[in-house]
Nanobody, 126 residues
Framework: QVQLAESGGGLVQAGGSLRLSCTASGRTIGTYSMGWFRQAPGKEREFAAAISWVGDNTYYADSVKGRFTISRDNAKNTVYLQMNSLKPEDTAVYYC???????????????????WGQGTQVTVSS
């Protein structure tokens, strides 16, 4: 089992930045693809970013491309989401997710991820 804990959320003005962290325990995540998803009030959960376990290939939703950066530090068993140029529409609960290990592709669909954190609230004021 992999336990995931997000941190770093908060209230920020439009145009500001936040860095979310997702720290894993129970297993080392070096062989897991990792993703960030978000869910705004009244909306379905949506994909934001993902990173592969080999080669650190990254994938982004069009809505965050160029503003968000996903990265990982396997030595710290942690995945990050750097969010810049934040907009009010980025307001959501952000969830970290881990896939099964050694998967040959990096999913961008939430239903393919196995382990989830509890989420961290990000609120962007206009």
């Amino acid at each position: 089992q992999v336990q995931l804990a997000e941190s770093g959320g908060g209230l920020v003005q439009a145009g500001g930045s936040l860095r979310l962290s997702c720290t894993a325990s129970g297993r080392t995540i070096g062989t897991y693809s990792m993703g960030w998803f978000r869910q705004a009030p009244g909306k379905e959960r949506e994909f934001a970013a993902a990173i592969s376990w080999v080669g650190d290939n990254t994938y982004y939703a069009d809505s965050v491309k160029g503003r968000f950066t996903i990265s990982r530090d396997n030595a710290k068993n942690t995945v990050y989401l750097q969010m810049n140029s934040l907009k009010p529409e980025d307001t959501a609960v952000y969830y970290c997710a881990a896939d099964r290990p050694f998967k040959y592709y990096t999913p961008t669909v939430g239903s393919e991820y196995v382990f989830w954190g509890q989420g961290t609230q990000v609120t962007v004021s206009s």
